[in-house]
């Protein structure tokens, strides 16, 4: 049966939540002014080493807390009163993430993958299978998006396209071939690839969300090319 992703195209996708100088990507209050202005919301997350699964895009602290440690080598309680960015405001869980969201809007969570494929996604199921919003899991990592057609087929699922060091004849090839055994029911990719033959190929078929827009003018360019558009500094395309 046909899934249905019409709830991908409510509204603008706020990345990371909406997040500026004062309030971090992937906090608690950048999810709750999106959910105020009713944008779907895009996540990252990772698996700690103790099981837990915390809501943060980067694999290192570095950037956002200053400390060179890798999350996957990280427990819960190490994390948890670490304040991101020089904020108040800390790593949360991801069932935190998802009482505060509520179903409210829906979700995009892209599954970070610095650990061997099966191990986050038994994880995240565990939680995903209760929760009764609309919500749909991506990931670079074919392999991962494969899991999920395997073991969750039920879920709605994406295929995140990188261009980054292959050239383009390994680029397609490779695309090809991952589509062909993830069966992905939507491809997520740079908005400057619009004009690539595999995108606008794909695009015929299933729908194409691209990443990341940071201003009104690209915005407008592009927001026809595309099924949505994933948004930074949403508050300044009004």
Same mark, same amino acid.
Request: a positive charge; proline letters at 3%; hydrophobic letters at 40%.
């Given at each position: 049966m046909?899934k249905?992703?019409?709830?991908?195209k409510?509204?603008?996708?706020?990345?990371?939540?909406?997040h500026?100088?004062e309030?971090?990507?992937n906090s608690?209050?950048?999810f709750?002014?999106?959910?105020?202005?009713?944008?779907?919301i895009e996540?990252d997350?990772?698996l700690l080493k103790?099981?837990?699964?915390?809501?943060f895009?980067?694999?290192n602290?570095k950037?956002?807390?200053? %400390?060179?440690?890798?999350?996957?080598d990280c427990?819960?309680n190490e994390?948890?009163?670490?304040k991101?960015l020089?904020?108040?405001?800390?790593?949360?869980?991801?069932e935190?993430?998802l /009482?505060?969201i509520?179903?409210?809007?829906p979700i995009?969570?892209e599954?970070?993958?610095?650990?061997?494929?099966?191990?986050l996604?038994?994880? %995240?199921?565990k939680i995903?299978?209760?929760?009764k919003? $609309?919500?749909?899991?991506?990931?670079?990592?074919?392999?991962?998006?494969?899991?999920?057609?395997?073991?969750r087929?039920n879920?709605? $699922?994406g295929?995140? %396209?990188?261009? $980054?060091?292959r050239?383009? /004849?390994? $680029?397609?090839?490779?695309?090809?071939?991952?589509?062909?055994?993830s069966?992905?029911d939507?491809i997520?990719?740079?908005?400057k690839l619009?004009?690539? /033959?595999?995108?606008n190929?794909?695009?015929?078929?299933?729908?194409?969300?691209?990443?990341?827009?940071?201003n009104?003018?690209n915005y407008?360019?592009? /927001?026809?090319?595309?099924?949505n558009?994933?948004?930074e500094?949403i508050?300044?395309?009004?």
């Amino acid at each position: 049966m046909k899934k249905d992703l019409s709830f991908l195209k409510q509204n603008v996708i706020a990345h990371r939540g909406l997040h500026n100088l004062e309030i971090p990507e992937n906090s608690i209050k950048a999810f709750e002014k999106a959910i105020d202005k009713n944008y779907i919301i895009e996540l990252d997350v990772h698996l700690l080493k103790d099981g837990n699964i915390v809501v943060f895009h980067d694999d290192n602290l570095k950037r956002m807390a200053e %400390i060179n440690k890798n999350l996957k080598d990280c427990t819960y309680n190490e994390l948890k009163d670490i304040k991101i960015l020089n904020t108040q405001y800390t790593i949360p869980k991801l069932e935190s993430v998802l /009482k505060i969201i509520d179903g409210r809007v829906p979700i995009i969570i892209e599954l970070k993958y610095d650990r061997m494929v099966g191990k986050l996604e038994k994880e %995240i199921v565990k939680i995903l299978d209760n929760y009764k919003g $609309r919500f749909c899991i991506k990931s670079f990592s074919p392999l991962s998006i494969i899991w999920f057609r395997i073991n969750r087929p039920n879920y709605v $699922r994406g295929l995140l %396209i990188s261009s $980054r060091n292959r050239t383009l /004849k390994e $680029r397609i090839v490779k695309s090809n071939l991952m589509l062909t055994l993830s069966k992905p029911d939507f491809i997520s990719c740079n908005y400057k690839l619009f004009n690539s /033959k595999l995108i606008n190929k794909y695009k015929k078929k299933i729908p194409i969300i691209a990443w990341t827009i940071k201003n009104k003018l690209n915005y407008l360019k592009y /927001k026809d090319c595309f099924y949505n558009l994933i948004c930074e500094n949403i508050d300044s395309f009004e």
